[in-house]
């Protein structure tokens, strides 16, 4: 199987009408609800993982706590 050129790569999920979400590599529903990589706004850790449900999250780096918008299309 030849690999796709990641330059040409699309973004890796697709939103769909009704709000679920398909992986556009393999076609198939992603898991709901799912985590997100958000950067600290207090101490900048680049990857703090949030679910998207969430609505305060907690940096694993410096402790702090921050403000997070749930998804919408999240259950």
Known sequence: MEEADPKKRKAAESVQPGGF????????????????????????????????????VICHNCGGWFDHTPAENCD
Do not use: F, I, M, T
């Not at 556009?24 to 703090?48: A, I, K, M, Q």
């Open 21 to 56: 979400r398909l992986d556009l590599d393999s076609g198939l529903p992603l898991p709901n609800p799912y985590p997100e990589y958000l950067p600290c706004p207090l101490c900048g850790e680049p990857e703090v993982e949030v679910w998207c449900y969430q609505e305060r």
